[in-house]
């Protein structure tokens, strides 16, 4: 299997433009979560599904920030609009179960200028 | 609420000792998981150990075993034989029957040749 795929690995964009990040869990997994990192707060949960179905959006920082899954290979974390505090790594991980380890994806670099 | 808590923000180790990073960690969840993650430089993931509360062994996964004491609520990291590939940033999490993954805010070892 080729693991968590993560496009794009970078983005740089500026300040109001849309922006969406893309994520292709394993074949097989049922959860996905949605992460943050940042020097100053760290790994942060965004959301994550259950075979396709937002379960806790509550980390989702404003409602510039919306995550879909329209089938069990593909999501997507769009931000409208961008702004520059929402600079980041974000990183997309599947599990096969709830209480199985995550495997991550690669995650997307994002600046927003 | 679920609480991780790694109180070494920086860790040092001589190459070829063994390091012990700790992890403390607090739920209400009988039942819950600890893991722990390695962040290398480049940014990736990498999942190492798991441990559940009811496992009455200590985890083992190579070079990598979980001191775990449950009634002290630690679940610290041993790595033996310390390797100059082990420096990195090491996460530890907790899952509880929620299944949403609680992050520590990570340990920075360094090991020095």
């Known amino acids: 299997d080729a693991g968590v795929i993560q496009s794009p690995r970078h983005e740089v964009t500026e300040m109001g433009q849309e922006v969406t990040l893309r994520c292709k869990p394993i074949?097989?997994?049922?959860?996905l979560f949605w992460y943050r990192q940042t020097m100053m707060r760290g790994l942060e949960l965004l959301i994550y599904?259950?075979?396709?179905?937002?379960?806790?959006d509550s980390g989702m920082p404003e409602d510039r920030f919306s995550a879909k899954m329209p089938n069990a290979s593909f999501s997507t974390l769009k931000i409208q609009p961008s702004e520059p505090r929402d600079s980041a790594v974000y990183f997309c991980?599947?599990?096969?179960?709830?209480?199985?380890?995550?495997?991550f994806g690669p995650g997307t670099r994002l600046t927003v200028l | 609420a679920q609480k991780i808590t790694q109180t070494q923000p920086g860790m040092f180790v001589q190459e070829k000792e063994a390091v012990t990073l700790d992890c403390t960690y607090d739920t209400s969840d009988q039942s819950y998981g600890l893991f722990w993650y390695k962040q290398p430089s480049s940014g990736e993931m990498i999942f190492l150990i798991y441990q559940g509360s009811y496992d009455e062994q200590n985890a083992t996964e190579g070079r990598y075993s979980l001191n775990f004491q449950k009634a002290r609520k630690s679940a610290n990291l041993v790595i033996s034989a310390s390797q100059l590939g082990d420096s990195a940033m090491y996460f530890c999490?907790?899952?509880?029957?929620?299944?949403?993954?609680?992050f520590g805010r990570g340990t920075s070892l360094i090991v020095h040749p």
């Open positions: 999490v907790l899952k509880g029957g929620s299944y949403i993954p609680t």
């Open positions: 991980a599947s599990s096969p179960s709830g209480n199985n380890e995550q495997f």
């Open positions: 074949s097989g997994h049922d959860y």
């Open positions: 599904f259950n075979n396709n179905v937002p379960i806790d």
